[in-house]
């Protein structure tokens, strides 16, 4: 069984088949082209660099394509980057699929949709539960299957579904040391905060940004959504507004995308629960790459800190 990405370190040589999640076209300032080529496998992925690159390359090495790559991993600015010295698309008889290749959520889909399903059917509110259910239905298979992001955190297949029953299994633990907490209007602000992106991203694999996502971006249609919903169900009440607010809130402040900082206990609950559970996948995914006694790469998102891995970690 060939090594995956996450087992490959500083002075490694790498000779094994990927999967193209993105290829970015750049000029050199020796003007000759080159391109950024994002690579993937089950365990992880890692920027490589493809110089001099002919027309014939560009198509060869676009998005969502399979290869077969040699090359050395070297220290760039702090994080692994793969000098590729040899690569090329593979075939048949290679019996490599883009499915051995990509990164999906450790759970799977019937998995997270009961658990998402339970924390529905214990809602109280009819109002919270009926607005909740019927977005969730409406875009259930997107939800199921999309990344949490393009970059960053939970960015895999079904990533989105993941971060989301994460972050209900957290409010969970939450609500029961603080029962004071609305669980119903939690419970649907998690559900509802980041539905938004199976509009604002382009699909499950290679995602980018769609020209909704980057015009209106998946906070403002969610809020739509949310409106839209209440409209179709008859419901106006002030259920439609706080679960509105957490959406619009969630990411905390305005230089953080924020429209409205959190301003209802459950929306600031929400913020940190939300950004808890992003940080921790960011740290684990990097720390799976680090040996115990080392530092990790630096991790952008992380204010580009390096994380320590301590010997006595497993």
Do not use: C
Request: negative net charge; without cysteine.
């Amino acid at each position: 069984m060939q090594k995956g990405i996450i087992h490959f370190g500083v002075g490694d040589s790498m000779d094994t088949y990927m999967y193209i999640k993105s290829s970015t076209k750049a000029v050199a300032s020796n003007g000759k082209p080159f391109l950024t080529l994002i690579l993937s496998d089950k365990t992880g992925e890692i920027e490589a660099k493809l110089w001099d690159v002919s027309e014939d390359d560009e198509r060869n090495f676009s998005g969502e394509k399979t290869v077969k790559v040699l090359g050395d991993v070297q220290n760039f600015r702090g994080r692994s980057q793969l000098k590729i010295r040899n690569i090329r698309l593979t075939t048949e008889q290679d019996g490599v699929t883009p499915a051995d290749l990509i990164q999906t959520a450790p759970l799977s889909q019937d998995e997270m949709m009961g658990k998402i399903t339970q924390y529905i059917f214990e809602m109280k509110n009819p109002n919270i539960q009926r607005i909740t259910r019927h977005l969730l239905k409406k875009y259930q298979s997107d939800f199921l299957t999309f990344p949490a992001a393009t970059k960053n955190h939970h960015e895999f297949y079904s990533g989105l579904a993941y971060h989301v029953v994460s972050m209900l299994d957290l409010a969970k633990g939450i609500t029961a040391l603080y029962p004071t907490l609305d669980k119903d209007l939690l419970y649907a602000g998690i559900i509802l905060h980041d539905l938004g992106k199976v509009k604002e991203l382009s699909g499950p694999v290679s995602t980018v940004y769609t020209t909704e996502g980057n015009l209106l971006g998946h906070i403002t249609i969610m809020v739509n959504e949310i409106g839209k919903a209440a409209d179709e169900l008859n419901i106006h009440t002030e259920e439609i507004m706080i679960l509105q607010h957490l959406v619009l809130s969630h990411h905390g402040k305005a230089e953080w995308g924020s429209a409205k900082p959190p301003l209802v206990r459950e929306a600031e609950v929400l913020h940190y629960i939300d950004n808890l559970d992003a940080k921790i996948n960011m740290m684990n995914r990097a720390l799976e790459k680090a040996k115990p006694g080392e530092f990790t790469e630096k991790v952008f998102a992380l204010e580009n800190r390096s994380f320590y891995k301590p010997t006595f970690s497993e």
